[in-house]
């Protein structure tokens, strides 16, 4: 079980580094460069994909971390 739960881990590590960056828009509210807060920017294709992974490895590192803690 500990090794599902380092391989999962892992994986979150990586596809979340693997994501671009949604933070581009809050950080140049900061600065002044406000033109694409307000934009309605939905996933699509690839980062749908790599956000709906980031999920499911979420969830799944969540519950082995319950049925661990429970065994």
């Given at each position: 079980?500990?090794?599902?739960?380092?391989?999962?881990?892992?994986l979150l590590i990586i596809v979340s580094l693997l994501q671009s960056?949604?933070?581009?828009?809050?950080?140049?509210?900061?600065?002044?460069?406000?033109?694409?807060?307000?934009?309605?920017?939905?996933?699509?294709?690839?980062?749908?994909?790599?956000?709906?992974?980031?999920?499911?490895?979420?969830?799944?590192?969540?519950?082995?971390?319950?049925i661990m803690n429970y065994l």
């Open positions: 079980m500990t090794a599902i739960l380092l391989i999962l881990s892992i960056g949604k933070a581009e828009a809050a950080s140049s509210a900061l600065t002044g460069g406000n033109d694409r807060l307000f934009s309605n920017r939905k996933e699509r294709g690839g980062e749908l994909f790599m956000s709906r992974l980031t999920f499911c490895l979420g969830l799944a590192f969540y519950v082995v971390c319950i």
